[in-house]
């Protein structure tokens, strides 16, 4: 090791991580390291509070939701929130078993249509030669620069003149082709080695085969990743199938409950079923997310660093 | 040879299915929006060719102007704060020595982005009510007197942006770790034997490295931030007086409330290139700041 002041005066500190010693100033070592995850976990909780918060207001009665003092805890547990929500208390008949299925079909439909048409692009950009192929994945690739707002109107207009508002098709066809999808199934493709190709190939596997009995089961993380992105994604979509439905039994579960918040709007919501309502629309992608976040993490770090 | 060619018409094939739906929903609507920004649309019928009628009548119309301020306000407000932020908690997260500590910091950051932006919004809705939420609670017990968050004509944007920043930022600082894990140590040790200060190691080393990520967080943030629309619908809906009138709700109630759809198109198309000029000159501040 060399002998400069830091190794000489304080011996010590090689037994610290590496990492530590890199990043956190000489003196703070020890106090640090505790003060970090003091820090950390002060800001995660802060984070977090207003998830913590729906979730206790959406068990809480409804006298001590509008109390003046609110509380940080629940003293007294009911389900009194979501029952109103479920039977439609308030809002006139609002089909919202309905919004739940709309909701799950088009999101499973979605996701499994992105799964497809992905995986194909996908395995075609990495594998298979065709003029204008590294032009085409690129320009595809830059296209998720431009704001989506630059087709929405147009798309509106079109789908209309195509007879597809308060459809399913409208919500789940404009959003397959989804280049980060392509990119992310590529960008794994190209590090299957070329051997076992060869070898299915000479096995006498067709062009369907090499596709679907090797390039598709070995891809399986990155396809459950993917999976896990588009549902949540196509479960939390709000404004387009706010734009394009308009028949309130079409209603996914978001854009349904939204018109809930907007009954109230003149006498001020009623917030307990307003806190039911936004946690039953996030247990689907909390739970995917939990479910999956390891590689959901490891997936968004390969779109950022080699993008 | 046969192979090849067959492999070739594979290829395409292969594409064949996203590229079609691709060009039916991207390229046809991203074509048809500069026609439509040409023309008066009319439902039934034909509709004439009016130049640039609708691009001027937007130009002169003051709500526009003030909805490009907004969101001009907004994206000043959440991205660079939301930035520093995220980049903070991101050394933070990478300075831990046990890895599952990192993945479950990194988990509990991101959490608040995986549940949808309206639930968000429909929460904040009740911090921020005038009577019975929590942030006026809050302020009370300090003696502070209470705000009218939503409503206020100065307040209502801030509150916004003070939503996006609390629990906004996973994305960011994920990315940040990873860039952060792939700085070689070697840099450190050189620093370290060079007698180096913590604070001169972040500058010449950290900061330099991390250029390429942070560019790409502040593009894509500025580009989310620029098109903020949930929030502004469920809490203010365009605000008090159109103080939180951001351009993508003004395109949106072009469509919804008045069928304006030329118009609309015009705007979304100015918001484009209100868009590629803000990411243009990102890219170009940044390679005035990077040295090698």
């Known amino acids: 090791m060399h002998l400069t002041q830091d ?20 003196g703070w070592l020890t106090v640090g390291r505790w003060l970090t995850l003091l820090i950390l976990t002060a800001w995660a909780l802060f984070s977090l509070f207003p998830l913590y918060w729906c979730v206790i207001t959406s068990l809480k009665l409804p006298a001590d939701i509008s109390a003046v003092r609110p509380s940080l805890v629940v003293t007294r547990f009911t389900l009194e929130s979501y029952r109103q929500f479920l039977q439609g208390v308030g809002y006139s008949n609002a089909p919202v078993g309905r919004w739940f299925h709309n909701s799950v079909l088009v999101t499973v439909a979605t996701t499994i249509g992105v799964l497809l048409v992905c995986s194909t692009a996908g395995y075609s950009f990495a594998r298979k030669r065709f003029w ?22 147009p798309a509106y207009v079109l789908t209309r003149q195509w ?38 190939r000479v096995d006498g596997a067709s062009e369907l085969q090499l596709w679907s009995r090797i390039a598709l089961p070995l891809s399986r ?87 | 040879m046969t192979q090849g060619t067959t492999s070739q018409i594979w290829g395409v094939l292969f594409v064949l299915p996203f590229l079609v739906l691709f060009v039916a929903f991207v390229v046809v609507p991203a074509l048809y929006a500069v026609w439509l920004s040409v023309v008066r649309w009319q439902p039934l019928g034909v509709s004439p060719f009016v130049g640039f ?104 944007l801030p509150s916004i942006a003070l939503m996006s920043l609390i629990g906004g930022g996973g994305g960011a600082i994920i990315i940040f770790v990873a860039a952060l894990g792939g700085i070689p140590t070697e840099l450190y040790d050189a620093a370290l034997i060079d007698g180096a200060s913590a604070l001169r190691k972040h500058f010449s080393i950290t900061l330099p490295l991390l250029l390429p990520p942070i560019l790409y967080v502040m593009v894509m943030g500025t580009i989310g931030a620029f098109q903020v629309f949930t929030p502004v619908y469920v809490l203010t809906h365009g605000g008090p007086l159109n103080r939180t009138m ?10 919804a409330s008045y069928g304006d759809i030329a118009p609309a ?23 005035a700041v990077v040295e090698y």
């Not at chain 1, 037994?15 to 956190?24: A, D, E, G, I, V």
């Not at chain 1, 307990?272 to 309502?277: D, E, K, L, N, T």
């Not at chain 2, 198109?265 to 390679?287: D, I, N, R």
């Open chain 1, 7 to 26: 190794s000489v005066a304080r011996p010590m500190r090689r037994r610290q991580s590496p990492m530590l010693q890199r990043l956190l100033p000489e």
């Open chain 1, 132 to 153: 204008g192929r590294d032009a085409l994945f690129w320009t595809l690739i830059f296209t998720m620069l431009i704001p989506g707002w630059s087709t929405l109107v």
């Open chain 1, 163 to 200: 007879h597809m508002h308060d459809t399913y098709w409208v919500l789940i066809l404009p959003a397959l082709p989804a280049p980060f999808g392509v990119f992310l199934i590529r960008q794994f493709t190209v590090t299957l080695p070329d051997e076992l190709f060869q070898a299915a």
């Open chain 1, 221 to 307: 993380p990155v396809l459950a990743t993917l999976g896990m992105f588009t549902l949540i994604g196509s479960w939390n979509e709000f404004l387009w199938p706010l734009l394009v439905l308009n028949k309130s039994r079409m209603f996914t579960l978001l854009v349904g409950a939204s018109t809930i918040m907007y009954q109230f709007r003149g006498s001020g919501p009623n917030y307990g079923i307003a806190m039911a309502v936004a946690v039953l629309m996030s247990v689907v992608p909390v739970a995917g997310f939990l479910l999956m976040q390891r590689q959901m993490i490891r997936g968004l770090t390969i779109g950022a660093l080699k993008g």
């Open chain 2, 53 to 156: 009628y609708n691009y001027s009548k937007m130009l002169r119309d003051p709500i526009f102007w003030t909805a490009l301020r907004n969101s001009f306000v907004y994206v000043l407000m959440v991205v660079p704060a939301g930035m520093v932020l995220a980049l903070f908690t991101a050394v933070f997260i990478y300075s831990l020595r046990s890895s599952a500590l990192r993945q479950f910091f990194q988990s509990a950051f991101y959490l608040p982005g995986v549940v949808s932006a309206l639930a968000v919004a429909i929460v904040w809705r009740y911090l921020f009510d005038n009577e019975i939420g929590l942030m006026n609670y809050i302020l009370a017990l300090v003696g502070l007197p209470r705000l009218n968050w939503l409503g206020g004509l100065n307040t209502a």
């Open chain 2, 246 to 255: 951001t351009v993508s709700f003004l395109i949106y109630r072009q469509i």
């Open chain 2, 265 to 287: 198109a015009a705007t979304g198309m100015l918001l484009v290139v209100a868009c590629l000029g803000l990411t243009v000159a990102q890219f170009w501040w940044f390679s």
